[in-house]
């Protein structure tokens, strides 16, 4: 690595030559307390390093070293630092030059200037080694997950196409997945992974076999199942291949393979009508797309008919007013509550230019308003009441909790036309009919939470078993499908602890989400 930034540029000293270039203290100080804006940490890393180790090798020789005491300490506490940034083992026993040479004397180096060019070789070596496989997009941690076995990768070799990069090439393509400037080369004639490979496949493209990429390190391909996945995605979207029947059977083929090591590219969003493919575990979310969203029921049941049968276009002829009807397709993000605010705006009316805050009290006013409740006390907070106000203090219906889930209550699972009177009484064969509340997370993720009064368990004051057999036997058909049930009890809800435990649970629930 030959660039150099983070020394000062030796400037002229009087008639007879140069001043000898020094430590740009400043601009370390600066990359020790964080990333730097002009250059990587992988290409600081490798300047801190080439500096150490020259200055360490040449301790105590004739030509002398750059940096004083202080610089050194300066550059070895920061190359600790960016290191640790980049996930890169390094563990020096000594923190300056004084410490060096007390190191090195009690390791029986004194006299000895090969011995301790010796030992600086073997101290900075382990960490150029790691550097020069490092991946700049896994930072923190090598991918964790490994269900995708070596039979399946061979399979993946053996039968997908060898123009993965589809209409774009092999540089245009990894460039959508892997910053390739950064990079480093596998060719020392060039300085990246951008010019090598423009080097090896596209200027001279039979100079590498046609499928290299599969043990390159610098793509980890190998190494995990997040970045093979990722790959096989990107190989199907709408900018890489245009051919609608091509991308058809070639998810075809992919999912053929994966399914035996439980994964899937599935359709989560569309460019002009073309498909967007991301992977996921199969049985992970609910499949298919969500057609009629109806929620905050506070009142009797939606009558309703089928306006295009065909179509599955359900209208609501009777009793609309109580409850709301979300209409609109479901982002490949999940419902958040920006997208319930922009949707709320337009079906009560509010000028454009009206503040998310105030849009964001109404519609809270109106979900509120369809909590269960007691009407002899209708301002108590109930145990359903409590769980909502909880999520919303810490997920607000504004500008602020924006990117979070929204979190609907008195969603419909069931519409059954007939009402209970018309059927005598009796359950509908559909089972429950609403889920006390629903999230719609990203990657067609539905989570139920259910808070469960003594009537969900107990006929009367006894305890009913035939209650909760029909309870847990629906909880069990709806994990089938997809979805993902947690229950709360009453009882539970209505502790002094209630509010912290709600506060953990949906920390744990959402924030993982990304958001």
Not at 45 to 51: D, F, H, N, P, T
Not at 202 to 219: G, L, S
Not at 476 to 481: G, N, P
Request: hydrophobic share 35%; aromatic share 10%.
């Amino acid at each position: 690595m030959n660039r150099q930034f983070l020394v000062h540029q030796p400037t002229p000293y009087g008639e007879f030559g140069f001043a000898r270039p020094g430590l740009d203290s400043g601009r370390v100080e600066q990359l020790r307390a964080a990333s730097l804006y002009d250059v990587t940490d992988l290409d600081a890393a490798y300047e801190l390093v080439r500096i150490a180790r020259a200055d360490l090798e040449a301790l105590g020789t004739s030509g002398g070293e750059l940096l004083d005491d202080d610089e050194i300490a300066l550059l070895l506490g920061t190359l600790s630092v960016v290191l640790r940034r980049l996930n890169v083992s390094f563990n020096s026993p000594f923190h300056d030059f004084k410490s060096f040479r007390s190191y090195w004397k009690q390791q029986g180096m004194t006299g000895s200037h090969e011995a301790r060019r010796r030992y600086v070789a073997s101290l900075v070596d382990p960490v150029l080694a790691q550097l020069d496989t490092h991946h700049p997009h896994l930072v923190h941690d090598r991918p964790k997950s490994q269900r995708i076995t070596d039979v399946t990768r061979r399979r993946l070799r053996e039968h997908l196409p060898t123009n993965w990069w589809g209409t774009l090439d092999e540089v245009q393509f990894l460039n959508r997945l892997y910053d390739l400037d950064n990079l480093p080369s596998s060719d020392p004639k060039h300085a990246s992974a951008t010019q090598d490979i423009g080097h090896h496949c596209i200027a001279d493209p039979y100079d590498w076999d046609a499928d290299w990429f599969w043990t390159d390190p610098r793509f980890a391909l190998a190494d995990g199942d997040e970045y093979l996945l990722r790959f096989l995605a990107e190989m199907l979207h709408p900018e890489v291949r245009t051919d609608a029947k091509e991308v058809e059977q070639l998810q075809a083929l992919i999912n053929a393979i994966l399914m035996h090591d439980g994964y899937e590219l599935a359709e989560t969003d569309s460019i002009s009508g073309a498909p967007v493919f991301m992977p996921r575990p199969i049985g992970a979310g609910v499949p298919g797309t969500m057609k009629n969203l109806f929620f905050a029921s506070n009142g009797p049941k939606p009558d309703f008919v089928l306006g295009d049968a065909i179509n599955n276009d359900v209208l609501v002829v009777k009793n609309g007013e109580f409850c709301l009807q979300y209409d609109r397709p479901l982002p490949t993000s999940g419902l958040t509550w920006g997208g319930l605010i922009d949707w709320w705006r337009t079906q009560v009316s509010f000028p454009e230019d009206t503040a998310d805050e105030t849009v964001g009290k109404s519609l809270y006013r109106r979900l509120w308003a369809s909590l269960h409740h007691d009407p002899k006390q209708p301002e108590a907070i109930t145990p359903e009441r409590l769980l909502f106000r909880t999520y919303c203090r810490h997920y607000p219906i504004n500008e602020t909790g924006a990117a979070y889930p929204a979190l609907l209550p008195q969603v419909y699972l069931h519409l059954d036309p007939r009402t209970r009177s018309e059927r005598g009484g009796k359950d509908s064969v559909l089972g429950r009919e609403r889920m006390d509340f629903l999230l719609l997370l990203p990657g067609a993720e539905r989570i139920v939470l259910e808070v469960d009064g003594k009537q969900h368990y107990a006929e009367g004051n006894v305890a009913s078993p035939r209650l909760y057999s029909k309870m847990v036997a629906e909880d069990r058909a709806l994990r089938l499908k997809g979805y993902q049930v947690y229950r709360f009890g009453g009882h539970e809800l209505g502790q002094a602890t209630a509010p912290t435990m709600l506060r953990d649970f949906f920390a744990a629930m959402v924030e993982p989400q990304g958001r």
